[in-house]
């Protein structure tokens, strides 16, 4: 039967994405501790971040180290939104997370996807006091069973799944 999950995660998966130049990179869960938590690496960055679920909830460090939040739902629906909070560069940001859709399909690099769950995240700024949105809109199509399938922006960056190896 296959997984219903938005994020699977087990150590071996890996997920290779093109970029819109062309370039590719590879994500993978590089192992898991006692508490459950994945390591994961990108081949482009080289750091170690970090991915947990709890319930139907994946949190990540992956927008500042050892300061988790939840990045996606398996029970997602449309019109649902949260935050992320953290600090990047001595700045405190947030990204306001909203489900776009939830059902829908799209071809990324051939391939057709189905039931999508789409969530776009708009990026702010604490400057002066008052939270500012910076105008940068990211789109994160995610796929039961296999992932993030496709991330857009609307400053035209793309990136699609090209591969993607789930059985470790």
Known sequence: ???????????????????????TFTNAV???????????TNSVLGIEQHVRKEGTAYL?????PGNFQVLLRDDLEAGDSWEIRFTANGIDSL???????RGG???????TFGDLLVIEGESK????GSLTSINFFTRYHYAPGVGLVLT????????GLVSWQLDG
Do not use: C
Request: a negative charge; charged letters at 25%.
């Open 1 to 23: 039967m296959p997984s219903t999950d938005y994020y699977p995660l087990a150590p071996g998966h890996r997920w290779t994405y093109r970029q819109k130049d062309g370039s």
């Open 30 to 40: 590089t192992g898991v501790d006692e508490k459950g938590t994945f390591s994961m």
């Open 60 to 64: 990540t460090d992956s927008f500042e």
């Open 95 to 101: 990204i306001a997370m909203s489900v776009k859709e």
């Open 105 to 111: 399909s799209i071809e990324v690099e051939g391939r």
């Open 125 to 128: 700024m604490f400057l002066g």
């Open 152 to 159: 857009t922006t609307n400053y035209g960056d793309s990136m």
